[in-house]
Structure formats: C-alpha cells, structure tokens
C-alpha cells in the first residue's frame, strides 16, 4: 500500500523559508503532488512532480528524489497567508486516486 | 463561476437519519471524487467516478452510496447516520483519471448528533 510521512507541525516568520518534507512508501509511484489547505477551506493543487529535481513556482518549490522517496516543498519569503496545512500526495497503485499525507500545519507569525 | 460546488455546506443531523450531498463540477472534466477529512484532517479517498462509472469504492459502509447521473454531478448519500459519520467532505474533480491535479469543491461539514 501507499504511505506518506511528513512532519505535522512546522513554525517559522515572516521573511524565512521553510521546508516541508515528505518520504513515501509506494507500490508503484506516479509522482509527488503537494495541496495547501487553509482553515475552513478546501485543500488547493499546489505542484506535481514526476522526475526527479527541482520545480519552481513563484515563492514555492517543490523537489523530488525517487531513488530517496523523498520530497519536499520548500517556501520562501513566507508570509502570514501562508499559514495553512500542507499534504504531500501520491496516486494509488493503480494511479486511480490520491492517498494524502496527515498533512502538515504551517504556522507563521510575524 | 465556481469550478465545483456542494450543496450543503453545512449539515447537522441525528443519529439515524439519511442524507445527501451534491456536488457538481463546471470544469469539463472526467473524473469525480469523495474524500472524507476527519477532524484530525485526514484525508481519504471514498469514490472516485469516472465518465460516470464508479472506479473506486475504498473500504466504506456500504451506508454510503455515491450515485453519478451525469459527468458534471457526483452525489453522496448517507443512510442511517452514525456519529462516526461526522467529518468534513470534500467531492473533487480532475480532467482525467490518472491527473495528480484535482480541483475541490468548498466540503460539506456534517455533524451528527
């Protein structure tokens, strides 16, 4: 079955950067996809990654390694609307649906 | 134009009852889904539909019917409502099958008491 690792909390301030990261456990592996889900909201597509490296989009990242199954997604010049829960995602085996992370609750304060 | 939309959002009901929710998509899309987000803010994969035929039925109460009469509508029923029944659901929608980018709806926050 598909498993996912991610740390639950992670605290930071205006202006740093922060890491989220995420190992998996997969039979079968598609890529890595990351969602952002704010309090009282739905969680939101953030990036996907397939292969191997690192995508860039404005303030966040996202990185993947597969022989490490290993990724993460990395924000920067954090802002407080940036306070929200992150979940790494990977499709089931069958690529037929998402299995999510616990999720990550990012918290910062200024 | 909202791209999904569910009908409740809110619900609160008592043990027991039944139940629906609505979900519709104005994306074009293939495929719908329902998730369940518990108060931990899990979330995990229930139904997912595609082109209107049920691809996945994860290990749920056979209390819980999805029904999809149309590509754009993914509706939920919820028979004899437990109290574990309350979480936060989510019907999402993806253009195809195997897309990692799904789009979700606002949820449905179901309290059962």
């Known amino acids: 079955g598909q498993s996912l690792e991610q740390p639950s909390e992670v605290t930071a301030v205006e202006g740093a950067i922060v890491q989220i990261n995420c190992t998996y456990q997969t039979s079968g592996f598609y890529g890595l996809s990351w969602y952002q889900q704010h309090d009282g909201g739905a969680p939101t597509f953030l990036s996907y990654?397939?292969?191997?490296g690192l995508e860039e989009t404005g303030r966040f990242s996202s990185f993947l390694s597969r022989s490490d199954s290993y990724g993460y997604l990395l924000l920067q010049e954090l802002q407080m609307k940036d306070s929200a829960s992150y979940f790494c995602?990977?499709?089931?085996?069958?690529?037929?649906?998402?299995?999510f992370g616990k999720g990550t609750t990012l918290s910062v304060s200024s | 134009d909202t791209a999904v939309s569910q009908t409740p959002k809110y619900l609160v009901t008592q043990m027991g009852n039944d139940k629906s929710i609505k979900c519709e998509q104005n994306l074009g899309h293939d495929t719908m889904y329902w998730y369940k987000q518990d108060s931990k803010k899990f979330l995990k994969i229930m139904f997912s539909?595609?082109?209107?035929?049920?691809?996945i039925n994860e290990t749920v109460p056979n209390r819980f019917s999805p029904k999809s009469p149309d590509k754009a509508h993914l509706n939920l029923h919820i028979n004899s409502l437990e109290l574990g029944d309350s979480a936060v659901y989510f019907c999402a929608s993806s253009q195809v099958l195997e897309a990692d980018e799904q789009y979700f709806g606002p949820g449905t926050r179901l309290t059962v008491t």
């Open positions: 995602a990977v499709a089931n085996q069958a690529g037929t649906a998402l299995i």
């Open positions: 539909y595609n082109n209107k035929e049920l691809i």
């Open positions: 990654n397939a292969l191997d």
